[in-house]
């Protein structure tokens, strides 16, 4: 099994009869998980510790186990959506995993994930650590853009690619049962980053006559243009040549960066959020960094 990510269409061209499965946890994702699974015609078996979740699911046709035991006594394929790596110990404490394709939905570090697939493994059972980019309004719904990222036993995840495809895409990651939780992580840290830019951009221009409206069509469709920097970052991390194709070097963006500062005095803005990224760059101007770009910014953040 390649280690790139693996596609899996939501649509397959064949038609297998659909698989039974298992699912503990019917949280706001949880449900949205077991409604697609119901919805394409699997036989689902479903545990709750608030059993009275279930009651909408059981008139969809979902079996309604008494406990996590029984549940995941049930069927070979078992997937996990409950609400914290805490919450899965308990609900597997004790059972019987033998045999059992264990999927973790559960969001986590990829330490954890790495744990969790040990032990799955040693109690017998193969493991697939999961970490879902959607929310649960997204979950089932073509066209949507949901996706998970998969990572851990290739042969399970060749086994049961069909049946998890159902609610999202699927993008398998390799081997290692720690790399859904680090794509899934780096991903969110990336959108927070995006997050806090955003948040500014709008602080300046609060009290002033742009409204908001006004100014959010202008700055999404300049962070998408912003966004195709992506690539060239990723290029010169990989060919250790920061000076590659670089257009406005970091020498330059570490000049301009007093009239941000001061924009922000001005406007009575804290800046707060952008000045740790200043620092960075400073720091790395100073290590003689002028010709490149923000590319060794990553080296400095590492420890």
Same mark, same amino acid.
């Given at each position: 099994m390649e280690t790139n990510p693996v596609e899996h269409p939501s649509e397959s061209s064949s038609k297998p009869a659909p698989a039974p499965l298992t699912l503990l946890g019917l949280g706001a994702m949880g449900t949205a998980l077991a409604e697609a699974w119901l919805a394409a015609g699997h036989p689902l078996t479903v545990w709750n510790r608030t059993a009275a979740r279930a009651e909408g699911l059981a008139a969809r046709g979902a079996a309604v186990a008494a406990?996590?035991?029984? !549940?995941? !006594?049930a069927n070979r394929l078992v997937v996990v959506c409950l609400l914290d790596d805490a919450s899965v110990e308990?609900?597997?404490?004790? &059972?019987?995993?033998?045999?059992?394709?264990?999927?973790?939905?559960?969001?986590?570090?990829?330490?954890?994930?790495?744990?969790?697939a040990a032990r799955a493994e040693r109690?017998?059972?193969?493991?697939?650590?999961?970490?879902? #980019?959607?929310?649960?309004?997204?979950?089932?719904?073509?066209?949507?853009?949901?996706?998970?990222f998969y990572s851990g036993s290739a042969e399970l995840f060749e086994? @049961?690619?069909?049946?998890?495809?159902?609610?999202?895409?699927?993008?398998?990651?390799?081997?290692?049962?720690? @790399?859904? !939780?680090? @794509?899934?992580?780096?991903?969110?840290? !990336? #959108?927070y980053g995006m997050f806090a830019?955003?948040? @500014?951009?709008?602080?300046l221009v609060r009290g002033e006559s742009v409204a908001p409206s006004e100014l959010a069509p202008l700055?999404?469709?300049?962070?998408?243009? #912003?966004?195709?920097?992506?690539?060239?970052?990723?290029?010169?991390?990989?060919?250790?040549?920061?000076?590659?194709?670089?257009?406005?070097n970091l020498a330059m963006q570490v000049a301009g960066q007093e009239t941000l500062r001061r924009t922000a005095e001005e406007q009575r803005v804290s800046g707060e959020l952008l000045e740790p990224y200043f620092r960075l760059m400073a720091r790395r101007l100073e290590v003689g960094g002028?010709?490149?770009? &923000?590319?060794?910014?990553?080296?400095?953040?590492r420890r």
């Open positions: 406990t996590a035991g029984e !549940a995941v !006594a308990q609900a597997l404490d004790g &059972l019987d995993l033998a045999g059992k394709d264990l999927v973790n939905l559960v969001t986590s570090t990829p330490g954890q994930a790495r744990e969790r109690r017998g059972a193969r493991y697939l650590d999961g970490g879902i #980019m959607a929310v649960p309004s997204m979950i089932g719904v073509p066209g949507a853009g949901a996706y998970v086994a @049961h690619g069909a049946t998890l495809a159902v609610p999202a895409g699927t993008r398998y990651v390799g081997a290692d049962a720690g @790399h859904a !939780a680090l @794509h899934d992580v780096a991903l969110l840290s !990336a #959108m830019g955003v948040a @500014h951009a709008f602080a700055l999404g469709s300049w962070l998408t243009a #912003m966004s195709g920097s992506v690539a060239g970052t990723a290029e010169r991390l990989e060919s250790g040549d920061y000076t590659r194709g670089v257009v406005s002028g010709a490149e770009d &923000l590319t060794g910014v990553v080296d400095l953040l």
